[in-house]
């Protein structure tokens, strides 16, 4: 039997994008099942959505007819995912303080299903504490949650909180469902009768900064902005892989088909690591800070000595420990930030760490946060040169190079 959603559609500007979201999931041969909320019915209509879904769309709790003909607590059971797109800050505080106030919570509240909610708001909205303290609640309890996007918003702002794009949702949505049926299609249109290349492979791989807590209100960071981790990640998935991805603090949307787990510390990423093996492939893009603070439980005052005594201690290594481990991938590939002498500098961080490749990067021009990469492979076969690339051209290529070394 085909797969069945039902896809809760909250009220924001970014309503209108469920309605290309139902096409791309009908085109996947999945059944769409719709519920509106109120302010959801300002921005689409039932009409519309009814057109795309072919089904009765849902929008009362207490409607007389519909709970004759199916009841509410059965909506919520008989699909195999529930997907809330957009999902307002508004719904989100309403999940994860358990209301249940209208047909959508109700809903929401009822179901045995997993969750998916795709966030869009305005970006102090999504940045607001309340809203990040639900966002930590209804992950604990299970709720997949998508990072919004970046860029410019309807309200004139600038930052994260933008729908995901309707593409990313339905790669989300097919990661979820037990048998990905649109990944099977995709995968014979790229790779014709054979398997994609990676399929049955593991891979781990870490990306963007760590933040290290000094006190309460401050912590130690670094400019990584985890672009390039997150697309090897979509490009080593694209292939067929299980990937798992451990991501520092980055607002960056988990691209389809990608199992993430978010951290914020040096120590937490190494545990994560540890937790996702075995992997038959290790790719530590992350930039892990050097250094943790002893935090304080208070905040520090300036006129206490400041900051002067901050004593720092070094930060566990998570490359050259998983290189040594007894769970050791059968390949482990470490990353360079070098902004001087790029080959000699890796050729040094590669036996040091015990790794099989390192990917360097020179880092001298604007690489940290910008789109473009260039790169040498380092091995103990020699050195390949890369010319200057788009870093998801970086990573396809980076991808197509590691199912080359692990179907040899
Ligand atoms: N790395 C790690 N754990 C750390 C530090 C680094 O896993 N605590 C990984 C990074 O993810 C990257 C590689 O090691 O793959 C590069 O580390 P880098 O910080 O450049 O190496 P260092 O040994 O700290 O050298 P440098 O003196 O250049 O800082």
């Given at each position: 039997m085909g797969k069945r959603i039902l896809l809760i559609i909250s009220g924001g500007i970014a309503a209108y994008k469920a309605l290309e979201l139902v096409r791309l999931l009908r085109k996947d041969g999945i059944t769409v099942r719709a519920v509106l909320t109120d302010a959801a019915q300002q921005f689409v209509t039932p009409l519309s959505l009814g057109t795309l879904t072919e089904d009765n769309v849902y929008t009362d709790l207490f409607d007389l007819k519909d709970e004759r003909e199916i009841g509410h607590i059965q909506l919520s059971r008989q699909a195999d995912l529930v997907v809330v797109a957009p999902a307002t800050a508004n719904i989100l505080a309403k999940m994860a303080g358990g209301i249940a106030d209208d047909l959508a919570t109700t809903l929401l509240l009822a179901t045995d299903k997993p969750v998916l909610a795709a966030p869009a708001m305005n970006v102090r909205m999504w940045l607001h504490p309340a809203t990040q303290r639900n966002i930590a609640q209804l992950r604990a309890n299970g709720v997949t949650i998508m990072e919004p996007d970046d860029g410019d918003m309807a309200c004139g702002e600038y930052g994260p909180g933008r729908l995901p794009e309707p593409q990313a949702i339905l790669g989300s949505i097919r990661a979820m469902l037990a048998a990905p049926l649109g990944e099977a299609q995709t995968a014979t249109a790229r790779f014709g009768q054979n398997p994609p290349p990676l399929r049955g492979k593991h891979v781990l791989i870490t990306a963007g900064p760590t933040h290290e807590p000094i006190d309460p209100v401050r912590y130690i960071a670094n400019r990584s902005s985890g672009k390039q981790g997150f697309a090897i990640a979509g490009a080593i998935a694209a292939l067929g892989a299980e990937v798992t991805l451990v991501a520092g603090p980055v607002t960056l949307a988990t691209p389809p088909g990608v199992r993430r787990v978010n951290v914020e510390t040096a120590r937490e990423m190494a545990e994560a690591v540890e937790a996702a093996l075995p992997a038959d492939a290790a790719v530590m893009v992350a930039a892990v800070a050097d250094w943790r603070a002893e935090a304080t439980g208070q905040k520090i005052k300036k006129d206490k000595g400041g900051l002067d005594a901050l004593p720092l201690v070094e930060n566990p290594d998570i490359l050259a420990g998983l290189a040594k481990s007894?769970?050791?991938?059968g390949l482990v590939v470490g990353f360079a930030a070098e902004t001087e002498k790029v080959v000699e500098h890796a050729q040094a961080k590669l036996a040091r760490k015990g790794c099989d490749w390192i990917v360097a990067n020179d880092v001298s021009g604007d690489v940290m946060g910008g789109a473009r990469n260039r790169i040498h492979i380092v091995s103990a076969a020699g050195v390949e040169d890369w010319p200057d690339m788009e870093k998801d051209a970086v990573a396809r290529r980076l991808a197509q190079r590691i199912a080359d070394e692990l179907t040899d």
């Open positions: 007894p769970k050791r991938p």
